[in-house]
């Protein structure tokens, strides 16, 4: 099969762990007999150096007419520095997700057995967590109306929420529960917000069609708490986008690093799929990234795209990685691989499965096969 896809590597390490992504997909496309084209598009704070815009049309234009996006990462420390900046990066990203409609943010969330020993909390908490977030993307206060006073005292943000907002991945979610452990959990701060108390009130009568899902709600303070206390407690979360955003980001140090978090953004036509560890400006050149959440997002993209051998193939290549430590510093710090290598290793072990002997002590030696 032949596939289009908008390749938008943006800022700081984005280039360096999609080239790795890209690395994994053709590898797959060998072995699976796929074409995979990738179209390049600027996006961010290059696209704002290049056009004046973070996120020009052509840039759109490319993205509504291919299968899927496959996105790096924003931001630059000029603009971060530089709160009056009237131009940001976050501007394209924003934007994008409006323009295409992607309404649902997806982000598993799984320690990994290999690495829970790199995790900040104890081994018995966060062992067996494997949680499926779904945060509401193109809604609420980050879309509000917002307004600074004339004298520039006083600033606000409006937050509104729809029901049809809320329905539409709400389906989504419990669907996803089905499909897992059958627990939905709703995070929300009801007793103070009225759109949190629409949220409740949609949500409830949903799941009036889901019978075999398990629904049940927590504050999002509660939440936050219970993320540290006792992880492996959720299977589905559902949640608004600013709480969606902090609980996610929460979530992403379970599993001992920030650079194994993929991510899925959907709606109604074209996903887009990232990893959620920024542009991390300080690495940015020095080929020490993790690109684990990029390859994984590359498999979040195959599914999508109901390639699911081919996603199995990508995970089992990162679980082996992990298993043999051929991973970046974060994860690795005695022995860390450089960025490249590790992309190496994992094209290669989709490519060779079972001849391990040889392609696995060319990778220690630092020589893989498929260079």
């Not at 630059?76 to 990203?93: F, I, M, T």
């Not at 109306?145 to 509104?160: N, R, T, Y």
Request: aromatic share 6%.
């Amino acid at each position: 099969m032949k596939f289009n896809i908008a390749l938008l590597a943006g800022d700081g390490i984005g280039p360096e762990v999609t080239e790795q992504a890209v690395k994994t997909l053709d590898a797959i496309a060998d072995v699976y007999n796929h074409t995979f084209k990738f179209n390049k598009a600027l996006v961010g704070a290059c696209a704002i150096d290049e056009t004046g815009d973070p996120l020009p049309e052509d840039t759109i234009k490319l993205c509504q007419e291919s299968d899927a996006v496959l996105f790096g990462a924003i931001g630059h420390p000029k603009y971060d520095n530089d709160p009056s900046a009237k131009v940001r990066p976050e501007q394209g990203l924003l934007k994008l997700r409006k323009s295409l409609g992607l309404f649902c943010n997806i982000r598993p969330v799984k320690a990994y057995e290999r690495l829970i020993e790199n995790s900040p909390l104890k081994k018995e908490i966060i062992s067996g967590t494997d949680i499926s977030i779904y945060r509401e993307l193109t809604g609420g206060i980050y879309f509000g109306d917002k307004h600074i006073s004339e004298d520039g005292q006083v600033a606000s943000d409006g937050c509104s929420y729809s029901v049809e907002e809320i329905t539409r991945i709400a389906h989504l979610a419990f669907k996803e529960a089905q499909n897992r452990r059958k627990k939905l959990t709703l995070v929300d701060k009801a007793n103070v917000l009225e759109t949190s108390r629409l949220w409740r009130k949609t949500v409830t009568e949903i799941a009036k069609e889901y019978e075999d899902v398990e629904l049940d709600f927590l504050f999002v303070d509660n939440a936050a708490m219970q993320m540290i206390l006792n992880p492996s407690q959720f299977d589905v979360i559902l949640t608004e986008n600013l709480f969606g955003d902090i609980i996610s980001d929460e979530a992403s140090v379970i599993g001992g690093s920030i650079g194994l978090l993929a991510s899925a953004s959907i709606g109604s036509t074209v996903g887009m799929f990232e990893p959620i560890h920024g542009s991390f400006p300080q690495a940015t050149g020095k080929n020490i990234a993790n690109p684990l959440a990029s390859i994984l997002s590359a498999a979040m993209m195959l599914r999508h795209l109901d390639l699911h051998k081919e996603a199995d193939a990508i995970e089992k290549a990162v679980e082996k990685s992990l298993e043999l430590g051929i991973t970046t510093g974060d994860i690795n710090p005695k022995k860390p691989y450089s960025t490249t290598k590790v992309g190496d290793f994992i094209a290669d072990y989709i490519t060779h499965p079972e001849d391990s002997n040889r392609n696995f002590r060319n990778i220690h030696a630092g020589q893989s096969t498929i260079i």
